[in-house]
């Protein structure tokens, strides 16, 4: 965990009309790592990483990608999008599309892979996702669960070099949240490094090597997971755990 | 949910409880009166409406100018040979009419300073062409056009007709095309952006297609309207269906001609609304049925 960071942000903040969405935030993704945001709805987890992906432009700070500043607006923006992957909430599969061609969309059109070499690649994945038999179905035809997968597939499918998970159990019904959350674990064993944002905390202190808690869009307390849920410092965060222990999610 | 659907799923044998049988029962003896109703409520509008046209003071003239059996037979060959004319001009317009329109409303839909000329100039002419009447376009182009006696311009009522429709029409699919672009989710613009796309690729991959699906209804829409229009043409001298009667009305002082026109131009435009309700049925199945998004 010595390497370079993957993922640096540096007093980055963002806002919406007059209100602050992100203040200040400073971060680091060591390669190999899974971190995990916490925090309330509307604390900014989103909002970072939508900015971590450029899908939002940030007001001040600065964002590096292996080492090279993404935030410079001399930088080739469809480039940088290249070499990280989303998996959004709400899965956004492109409905007019088969399973197959939502995979191969990416690698054929933006990186120019041979549609049967791109074909061959997305059934492998989905192989591995007990989801080939769904290749050729539309979208509208999956589970929420298998959709989601799907959408995890897709974002693979590039070899991104970073993934960010936007709460991706966050629409699913509750049975169908173990199938997603354990792909997220094999690509963890994997080594893919990734940033979750995530309601699901006995997950959260599963996986994540990196915790950090945000409360209206600062970084209120990061740790390990076993730091921020077995010793929070804040007063805040420990009453956020208590009311998601209250709730019933940890 | 019929009988045999339940009994091949069931294991069991399933009897249709006496309940059951009542029930359909009394839905079949509805079903049997509300069509009879509605039989007997046409055929009282329907005399009820002869009536009023055949004791008409003016009826035994109208039927004369009007409804000629003799002047029909002479119109009807003249008028299918004018409506040929219609065919073309309504293939050839429509297909210029939906290249042109798309490209309009891509125009719109372009972000970026670059790109604002194109953009105002593409709203100018929707605003300007929507607004303009067509049977002023049609005046001005086909009239206005030949009187400037312009080197290698066209004068032919056919090509500038054809010309004036499609300046007119492709305001109205520009704006289909561009409700139907905006109609597409901004979360599937940030899906294709994250996976690298550029905006054109989004667009292209991603936006347009959802886009056109969506506005088949209200293009094959605009597509019949074009098709009866294409009888304006014949304003300029052109001989289309239209002409074709308004020959034989000024020779005869019979409008019946323009009856069996009128006819003729419904009876073409009659599959293609079916087509249009077809499409649109089905489509709001399927989106019934996916139930997602």
């Given at each position: 965990m010595s390497d370079a960071p993957v993922l640096r942000m540096e007093s980055v903040r963002k806002t919406f009309g007059g209100s602050v969405?992100?203040?200040?935030v400073d971060l680091e993704v060591a390669p190999h790592t899974v971190t995990a945001l916490i925090g309330a709805s509307g604390s900014g987890k989103s909002t970072l990483l939508r900015c971590a992906n450029l899908l939002e432009d940030i007001d001040d700070g600065a964002i590096w990608l292996d080492g090279e500043?993404?935030?410079?607006?001399?930088?080739d923006q469809d480039a940088v999008r290249r070499r990280i992957g989303v998996v959004f909430q709400a899965y956004n599969l492109f409905p007019h599309m088969t399973v197959l061609e939502n995979i191969t969309l990416a690698p054929r059109r933006v990186h120019g892979v041979p549609r049967a070499k791109a074909e061959a690649h997305a059934r492998e994945l989905l192989e591995r996702l007990g989801l080939v038999a769904k290749?050729?179905?539309?979208?509208?035809?999956?589970?929420g669960g298998q959709q989601q997968r799907v959408a995890i597939v897709r974002a693979l499918a590039v070899r991104p070099r970073l993934l960010l998970l936007d709460e991706v159990t966050a629409a699913l019904d509750p049975e169908l949240v173990g199938e997603v959350l354990g792909v997220v674990r094999d690509l963890k064993a994997d080594g893919m490094t990734m940033v979750l944002a995530t309601h699901e905390m006995g997950f959260a202190r599963e996986v994540a090597d990196q915790v950090c808690f945000l409360d209206g869009g600062v970084v209120l307390e990061r740790g390990t997971a076993e730091q921020v849920f077995g010793d929070p410092q804040q007063e805040r965060t420990r009453r956020f755990l208590r009311r998601i222990v209250e709730a019933g999610r940890l | 949910m019929t009988v045999t659907e339940e009994q091949s799923g069931a294991r069991d044998a399933y009897v249709p409880s006496p309940r059951r049988l009542e029930r359909e029962r009394y839905r079949r003896t509805r079903a049997r009166r509300a069509t009879a109703v509605a039989a007997l409520s046409t055929l009282v509008t329907g005399v009820v409406l002869y009536l009023v046209v055949v004791n008409a003071p003016g009826w035994p003239r109208t039927r004369e100018t009007f409804f000629d059996a003799h002047y029909a037979r002479e119109a009807f060959p003249k008028v299918l040979e004018g409506l040929w004319l219609n065919v073309r001009l309504l293939l050839v317009c429509g297909a210029a009419v939906l290249v042109l329109g798309m490209l309009i409303a891509i125009a719109r839909t372009l972000r970026g300073p670059v790109f604002f000329p194109l953009r105002a100039l593409a709203a100018a002419y929707t605003d300007f062409f929507r607004g303009l009447p067509l049977i002023i376009n049609l005046m001005i182009v086909v009239l206005g056009v030949p009187a400037l006696r312009l080197q290698g311009v066209t004068v032919d009522p056919v090509l500038l007709g054809g010309t004036a429709l499609t300046l007119t029409y492709s305001a109205y699919v520009a704006e289909v095309f561009r409700a139907g672009i905006e109609s597409v989710h901004p979360s599937q613009r940030a899906a294709a952006r994250s996976l690298g796309l550029t905006n054109r690729q989004a667009l292209r991959h991603v936006v347009l297609p959802q886009a056109v699906r969506r506005q088949v209804p209200p293009l094959l829409n605009d597509l019949v309207s074009l098709q009866k229009d294409t009888g304006l043409v014949s304003i300029g001298g052109a001989i289309d269906a239209v002409r074709a009667a308004d020959i034989i009305v000024g020779r005869s002082?019979?409008?019946t001609p323009y009856i069996v026109a009128g006819l003729v131009f419904v009876a073409l435009t009659i599959p293609m609304t079916r087509f249009t309700d077809w499409v649109t049925a089905r489509m709001d199945r399927r989106r019934a049925q996916g139930g997602a998004l």
């Open positions: 969405v992100l203040r200040d500043e993404i935030t410079d607006p001399r930088v290749a050729d179905e539309y979208p509208d035809r999956l589970s | 002082l019979n409008y």
